[in-house]
């Protein structure tokens, strides 16, 4: 599992910069999730005030949707906010929680974006580069696209757009509910990220792993000292 070296990006210029170099190596097609399959949710909570910052992994059984294994990890805020950089604030912890796994998660489901994203670099696609893990964003927010309502159903979509291009989906989890936002990572391909979605987010809106994982980071962080 990929750790963050010394050298990680600490300036804006220098995470664009790696941005760059490391869009050209997303694999933006392949399998989804199957039967027995074990899919990670991460999810980070900060407390900017004490420089906290927790990223929690919860491993889930695809099929029972039974948990199998979490881990957490709490550290120091290492990059600023910047609006499309958000990779480089969140990952350091994540990979770590990740690493703490015994388990190799089969795939990944990110609270984000993955090609989603302005330089086709969100978190869940930065995450599979640097892993070579299969991994899919679902964002709550649709960022700086546009869309048309899907249709109100469970299951209903529409695609989400930069001008023509099709960068993810507006999915309905649940009918009559706003949808959620689904982009590849890596090493899947847009159907197959939105079918393993629409199995994970069972009786609400968000995944199951995204749910847990959220849970957990904020439950850690309320405990943690600085």
Same mark, same amino acid.
Request: with cysteine; proline share 8%.
């Given at each position: 599992?990929?750790?963050?070296?010394?050298?990680?990006?600490?300036?804006?210029?220098? #995470? *664009? !910069?790696?941005?760059?170099?490391?869009?050209? +190596? /997303?694999?933006? &097609? $392949?399998? =989804?999730?199957?039967?027995?399959?074990?899919?990670?949710?991460?999810?980070?909570?900060?407390?900017?005030?004490?420089?906290?910052?927790?990223?929690?992994?919860?491993?889930?059984?695809?099929?029972?949707?039974?948990?199998?294994?979490?881990?957490?990890?709490?550290?120091?805020?290492?990059?600023?906010?910047?609006?499309?950089?958000?990779?480089?604030?969140?990952?350091?912890?994540?990979?770590? #929680? *990740? !690493?703490?796994?015994?388990?190799?998660?089969? +795939? /990944?489901?990110? &609270? $984000?974006? =993955?090609?989603?994203?302005?330089?086709?670099?969100?978190?869940?696609?930065?995450?599979?580069?640097?892993?070579?893990?299969?991994?899919?964003?679902?964002?709550?927010?649709?960022?700086?696209?546009?869309?048309?309502?899907?249709?109100?159903?469970?299951?209903?979509?529409?695609?989400?757009?930069?001008?023509?291009?099709?960068?993810?989906?507006?999915?309905?989890?649940?009918?009559?509910?706003?949808?959620?936002?689904?982009?590849?990572?890596?090493?899947?391909?847009?159907?197959?990220?939105?079918?393993?979605?629409?199995?994970?987010?069972?009786?609400?809106?968000?995944?199951?792993?995204?749910?847990?994982?959220?849970?957990?980071?904020?439950?850690?962080?309320?405990?943690?000292?600085?």
């Amino acid at each position: 599992m990929f750790v963050p070296a010394d050298d990680w990006p600490a300036t804006e210029a220098e #995470a *664009l !910069a790696e941005q760059e170099r490391l869009r050209v +190596l /997303v694999d933006p &097609d $392949g399998p =989804g999730a199957g039967d027995g399959a074990l899919v990670a949710g991460v999810d980070v909570a900060y407390d900017d005030a004490r420089d906290l910052v927790v990223a929690a992994a919860v491993l889930v059984d695809f099929t029972s949707l039974v948990t199998v294994e979490e881990s957490t990890v709490v550290g120091s805020v290492s990059f600023p906010y910047v609006p499309g950089l958000l990779a480089f604030r969140e990952l350091p912890p994540v990979l770590d #929680a *990740l !690493a703490a796994l015994r388990h190799v998660p089969d +795939l /990944v489901l990110c &609270d $984000g974006y =993955g090609l989603a994203h302005p330089r086709r670099l969100g978190l869940a696609s930065h995450l599979g580069v640097l892993t070579g893990l299969r991994t899919v964003g679902v964002a709550k927010t649709p960022f700086v696209f546009a869309y048309d309502q899907p249709g109100p159903e469970r299951g209903d979509w529409s695609p989400l757009l930069d001008g023509e291009e099709v960068v993810g989906r507006a999915l309905r989890t649940r009918s009559g509910v706003k949808p959620v936002f689904v982009s590849v990572g890596h090493r899947i391909g847009l159907a197959k990220a939105s079918d393993a979605t629409l199995a994970l987010a069972t009786s609400y809106r968000l995944p199951e792993t995204t749910r847990r994982a959220d849970s957990l980071c904020r439950r850690v962080l309320a405990e943690a000292q600085p």
